[in-house]
């Protein structure tokens, strides 16, 4: 049985891949990571100014917008949201009460801001956060084997869904960072997310303790009607069929656009 053709692209695959096992490891994995960084690969977590731009570029038509900040932290995505949107209103949700001592300065500064200290799942309720001394990211409802991550904190516990409705807010833009917890909070914002025109989420190893794939996710936005997209240096690389190679789980970025509020 004589073995199928290789087309022009695989032979060159081929031949790059050979030549690239030439190379000592520690280089190999340098240009692994340098590629996969160019794809929006394992580039997530610390690049807020980006993060900030791509939703620009969707959005840019738009002034006034009202985001959430859900995984808020010491607020350093909404401090980077309001210096490009300026006119517009960031709702930040961060469980951990020490949180409010790193916003006060933003709180003063940003009058169009607020902090609320609850934790958004798929219900309500209360639920342990599992935390440090200190808030610096991490943090999460989502319980894990974590190096100093030895603080548990009763929180209390909302579904985005009902909080929205205690407050008839007509958000534009969610951001979603709770290291793990991330498809809890879309579970529970199915009524919010019918109307809101983006979603950027986090997509890390972290899932993994929550048993879940980058597919699930794809599963998830497309089913309601979104077009998924990872956030890159050089902008976003839409994701219209999934691909297995999608299963990166480096913390990377991802934006959901939901085609029902695209602008004409």
Known sequence: M???KL??????????????SLLPYRI????????DLSLGFGGGGFDCENEVKTIKQILGYRTEITALDIGANRGDWATAFLKVFRHSKVICFEPDPLSKQYFQVLLDRFPSLELHNIA??????????YTRDEVWGGASIV????N????????????????IDSRELFPDVIKIDVEGAEMLVLQGAINTLSR?????????????????????????????????????????????V???????????????????TARP
């Open 2 to 4: 004589t073995a199928p």
């Open 7 to 20: 087309s022009s692209r695989e032979r060159v695959i081929d031949l790059l891949a050979f030549l690239m």
């Open 28 to 35: 190999k994995r340098v240009f692994k990571m340098s590629i």
């Open 120 to 129: 958004l799942a798929e219900r309500n309720g209360n639920a342990i956060l």
């Open 143 to 146: 319980s894990r084997v974590r």
């Open 148 to 163: 100093g991550f030895n603080r548990k904190l009763n929180v209390e516990l909302s579904t985005l869904d009902s909080f």
């Open 196 to 240: 809101v025109s983006i979603v950027q989420f986090e997509f890390s190893d972290l899932q993994m303790t929550s048993k879940l794939y980058f597919k699930d996710f794809f599963d998830f936005f497309t089913s309601a009607g979104f077009r998924l997209g990872r956030i890159t240096p050089s902008g976003i690389a839409w994701i219209n």
């Open 242 to 260: 999934y691909d297995p190679l999608e299963e990166y789980f480096r913390t990377t970025n991802f934006i959901a656009h939901n085609l029902r």
